[in-house]
């Protein structure tokens, strides 16, 4: 309760305390323990969902869960933004098609952090 307490004041301190009225996602391990979701709903007085990944292909069954939520979100948008990033080398990368196939992309990707 402390937690969303203090997040409920930062959020006002923003100025962001009329504009959500979707309300709060929480992600992250600690977002699947029993109550979370109420909890924050009850405290920031606002509705609360608890977010996972999804449209997941592979290992769905061990990534589903809240605690990969960020983790599985930043490697997404590090694929949509696979074309703005600079080659370490310093050549312009050649625009492709983008790859549909994950364990592919992801590869390719792992390939393009090291020199």
């Known amino acids: 309760e402390e937690i969303f ?8 301190r923003s ?8 309300g709060v996602i929480l992600t992250g391990g600690a977002s699947s323990l029993r109550g979370m979701r109420q909890t924050a709903s009850r405290v920031m ?3 609360a969902r ?5 449209n ?7 990534l589903q869960s ?19 990033i ?14 549909t196939d994950f364990k592919e992309w992801f590869k390719d990707f792992l390939r393009s952090l090291f020199p």
């Open 45 to 47: 007085n606002m509705p």
């Open 86 to 99: 600079p080659s370490r080398s310093g050549r312009a990368r050649v625009k492709t098609e983008p790859k």
């Open 66 to 84: 809240p605690a990969y939520s960020t983790s599985v979100g930043l490697l997404y948008w590090a694929m949509l933004m696979n074309e703005a």
């Open 56 to 62: 997941l292909i592979g290992l769905v069954d061990q």
């Open 50 to 54: 608890v977010a996972k990944p999804e």
């Open 15 to 22: 100025g962001y305390d009329g504009l959500l009225p979707a």
């Open 5 to 12: 307490q203090l997040v409920e004041e930062e959020i006002k």
